[in-house]
Structure formats: C-alpha cells, structure tokens
C-alpha cells in the first residue's frame, strides 16, 4: 500500500464561517482528511504545518513548507506528499517548491475555491484527487505537479487566472498535463525541469524581491522606493513584448551599475519578452542591465531571484538561463 503524507498549510481548503461571518483559515489535517473517506489503497498521514489564508503567506512560511516538505520525501516509507495551500499564492510556493525538488517521488498541490463549510465544497475532492496523484507511481520524476478540478498542472508557468471560478488555474504557453477522473491518474506531458537550487537558508526569509508594473506615464518612483526599501532585486512587469520607457531605462542603468539585479517580464498573461523596439523598449531595457526573463510570469521570476539572492550566487544571465 502507498504511502502519503499530507501537509496542511489552511487556504479556502481549510476555511469556515468566523464570528463575523467571513471564511478564515482554521481547520486542521484531520478533519480535511475526515472529509474525503477512507481508501483501500493508500495510506494517508497529515501534519499542519502553517494555518494561513495565503494571502498572509511570508517568505519565513514558504521557507517552512519548503523544509517540510523536504523531510517527509526523505522517509524511506513515504510515496509522496501533498501540500494544501491557498490558491492566491499557490502559484509562488509551487513554483518555489519545485525549484528545489530533488527527488523522484511526487509532490503535489492542491487547495479548493469554496470554503470548507459549504455544501459544494471543492477541497474533498480536490484532496482525494492529489493525493490519488501523489500515490501514483507515473507522477514520479516530474516535479512538483498542482492537481485542481481534475487536472494536472506543471509548476513551472501555472498561475491563477480567475479570482473565484472552479477551475482557476492556467498554464502559460501550455496547458494541463495530465488528469485525474475516479481515481484515476493519467499523465500525458513530462515537464523538462532544471537541476534542482540547493535548500533554502535562513537568507530567504529577508530577501526582498519586489515587482515594478509598467502603465503609460510611468516613472521609476517606485522601483526606486523598491531599491531604497531595501530590494536586492527589482522584476519589471513591463509593457507588451518588455518594453518600458525613458525613466524606467535610465533607472535600470543606475540600478544594474549599482548591483541591483533587474528582471524584464511582462504584464502580459500569454508570450515572450522579445527585444524589438528601442527608444526605451526592451532592446534598450536588456542592453542596460535588466536580464531577459522570457516566458517566466512576473511573480514565479520573484521566487526564482530570492532564491538566487538569498544562496549568495551572483544573479547574471549564465544564473537564470535554465529556468528561462
């Protein structure tokens, strides 16, 4: 029989009714596994690890669930491991989680988008389903997988693309790669992932990475107040193909002259940064300092940099090559 331990991190997952009638964080690994029934062919283990809607999630959490997660795939007994997590910033722990997976058991996340006390609670089925994945042995040596509504998702580009519906996950450039219907897991991708980064250490906590959104007439007062807040790294979420502007170019020189490591995304959901344009374009943003980010969203660029940053390895375009 395989073996799986779950790892409750509170999300909609584990949210109920307060006092004040709205959804908070607060029920524990027992009672998310009470709810899903028993099963003939795995055993299932659970721990709390943080109780957080994760909106409220810190780098010190993430760092948390990290080493947790980290332990429980070291046992010898174990098949593999479930982390219920918020979807607001599943997309970062995700990713985070499998820039360090070094293993070949799974990993999975899932969570629900209707709390737990409502009568068409998502969480027992979405929980029955990872934890199906996590047991599965075609989901090993691929990574840290998001399992939610029936589907499989990669990591790597997974974001939140709707605020409450059933389904709110996309992958960017892509799309599920696999699925799960009555218990049945069925894989039909291999996502290529890079060489795992070595664990987090204490540095992650207070690293600071922040993101800088491009809009028409903006300057860079804010990717200053970035830098003078103590940000060791600055992700441009620039406009269109990555491109910016006459202010936000002459502040990317000072800052990568100053040793400030400067990531070019784009707000756009779907594409590539390409460098096409001048005159304060992405052509011009790339040749003065800010390191081509490509396809990797805004916020999955913010995980990568801190966790670059924090292991004290330089941030230059050999470092984020694998993952771009």
């Known amino acids: 029989m395989a073996r799986v331990v779950v790892l409750a991190t509170g999300g909609t997952i584990a949210s109920a009714a307060g006092p004040d009638g709205g959804a908070v964080a607060q029920r524990t690994v027992g009672e998310l596994i009470g709810t899903m029934g028993s099963s003939s062919s795995v055993e299932v283990e659970g721990r709390d690890v943080v109780n957080l809607g994760s ?3 810190r780098h010190r959490d993430i760092r948390t669930i990290a080493e947790a997660v980290a332990e429980e795939i070291a046992r010898a007994d174990v098949d593999g491991v479930v982390v219920t997590h918020g979807t607001d910033t ?3 722990t995700g990713y985070l989680l499998d820039l360090l997976h070094d293993s070949a058991k799974p990993v999975v996340l899932t969570g629900a988008q209707r709390p737990a006390d409502q009568p068409d609670t998502d969480g027992p089925r979405n929980l029955r389903d990872a934890i199906a994945v996590a047991a599965a042995p075609q989901a090993r040596e691929r990574g840290v997988l998001l399992a939610f509504g029936g589907r499989l998702f ?3 580009r997974t974001r939140k693309f709707y605020t409450v519906a059933a389904e709110p996950f996309v992958t960017i450039g892509g799309g599920p790669i696999g699925r799960v219907a009555a218990g049945e897991v069925v894989l039909t991708a291999h996502p290529v992932r890079p060489a795992p980064l070595p664990p987090l250490g204490e540095g992650f906590d207070s690293t600071r990475v922040d993101v800088v959104v491009a809009y028409p007439d903006v300057d860079a007062a804010l990717a200053e107040a970035a830098v003078a807040a103590g940000a060791r790294g600055v992700i441009l979420a620039a406009l269109g193909s990555g491109n910016g502007n006459h202010a936000l170019l002459d502040w990317v020189r000072r800052a990568a002259a ?14 590539p940064v390409v460098p096409m344009y001048t005159n304060g374009g992405a052509v011009d943003l790339i040749a003065a300092g800010a390191l081509n980010l490509r396809s990797l969203p805004p916020f999955h660029s913010r ?12 941030v230059d375009e050999q470092a984020i090559a694998p993952y771009v």
């Open 55 to 57: 909106y409220l999630m």
């Open 303 to 314: 995980m990568l940099f801190a966790a670059l940053l924090s292991s004290g390895k330089p």
């Open 258 to 271: 100053d040793g400030v490591a400067v990531g070019l995304s784009t707000r756009v959901p779907e594409g």
């Open 90 to 92: 599943m997309e970062e």
């Open 154 to 156: 990669a990591t790597a």
